[in-house]
């Protein structure tokens, strides 16, 4: 299985087997036992992240996840870097391959991640690329509803917000898909239903897909409520987006009418899409998603670089 | 080949005939295999000519050229019912159908202004993949966009 892992890129979660999956879980629940102190596995090895587009979480768990193994890390900054004079980003991706053993990036263009493996010798981490991909976090939103639900497959599951542009929310469906969920609720405005392509790939995991555009319809039925942000740019007319806006809001009026054993996610960040007075309630999942992200990201390194144990 | 059509193109001696192609894209057909003229080959192309099958056709014969199936099956994105025929000394010898790759490398852009593939300074070609053939659906294997025949013929037909 460690062969499988071992100098593996991770453009797309669609890359994975389910065995492939929960071999990386395997070894973050080691990790999380020992609480995160394993030693230095990766002592000598030099990890550079490259992101093209802003980033908190991915890049500082992608960071901290390298210290903790005791790698160095190395930051491009592309708003002071050669980029700002104009050079590619295939050049600037083959400088970074000289310098390190494995690249986390992120890149506002689909398909950069892909290129970026094209062109590099070392391994690359796709940390979102345009609206396309984002593997690892997608392995965080599964790996967290294991550790909660102790499984996936058969559970209700709902995906709400922006589907059509939204990455995270992308990958979610394809590692659901990838788990053998059946049936997966859209709940989204028509306008940010997710592509065609999305929806084709989908299809031949045979997953069924339903459609809503009023949680209220759906909030009963649900055993995960996986929420993302609806961006007010993605909309030509505010007034649409004003009036769509409030419709997706997760409150405590709306959990009212939840299951006792639902579980509320979110990517982060997130601004109103989830008010504050559920973050204490039982429901709210989303810090505790956050907190594996860290551990997860220790398991891909290692796996990827050679270094488990 | 109809005997109008004979008439109007004398027979050649060897070389690549393409029949049945769609009316009124000989010159995209042309354009697709890269043929401008300047190779030097004898190319004569005769168009919305008769045809029992279309009612009408197009037909581009080269001269001295015989086109492998990786070089004409990328025809049969914009001209599905293309036959191909290779002539020697005036007899045909082979004669096919295009078919369509699995692939479509280079040829088509991808329609998505945020793909990688659309940065005019990245090493990069576009690549698609045909996820159908009827109706023609294909992928981009960087962004993952899908487009269908419309959107192929609109770039490849002029």
Known sequence: MMKNWLNRDVISILDFEKDELEYLFSLTDKIIERNMSIGKPLDGKIIATAFFEPSTRTRLSFETAAHKLGASVITLEPSISSLAKGESFADTMRMLDNYADLIVMRSPLEGAAKLAAEICEHPIINGGDGTQHHPTQAMIDIYTIKKLKNRINGLSIGVLGDLRYGRAATSFMYGLSIFGVKEIWLIAPKELMPRDDVLLTLKRFNTELHYAENINDVISNLDVLYVTRIQKERFPDPIEYERVKGTYQINLQLLSKAKESLIVMHPLPRVDEISYDVDTTKYAAYFKEASYAVPLRMALLMLILGAER | ?158
């Open chain 2, 1 to 158: 080949m109809s005997e109008i059509s004979e008439m109007k193109v004398s027979k050649i001696r060897d070389g690549t005939v393409i029949d049945h192609v769609p009316a009124g894209r000989a010159l995209d057909v042309l354009r697709l295999l890269n043929l401008t003229g300047k190779e030097g080959f004898i190319i004569s192309l005769v168009m919305n000519v008769p045809s029992k099958k279309f009612g009408k056709k197009d037909i581009v014969k080269v001269e001295g050229l015989e086109l492998e199936a990786k070089q004409v099956n990328k025809l049969a994105l914009i001209a599905p019912t293309a036959t191909i025929n290779i002539i020697r000394n005036y007899e045909v010898v082979d004669k096919k159908r295009v078919k369509l790759p699995d692939r479509i490398i280079g040829i088509l852009q991808c329609q998505n202004p945020n793909c990688i593939t659309r940065k005019e300074r990245e090493p990069v070609i576009p690549n698609f993949i045909v996820i159908s053939m009827k109706p023609l659906i294909i992928q981009c294997e960087y962004c993952g966009r899908l487009m269908n025949e419309s959107e192929v013929i609109k770039q490849l037909i002029r």
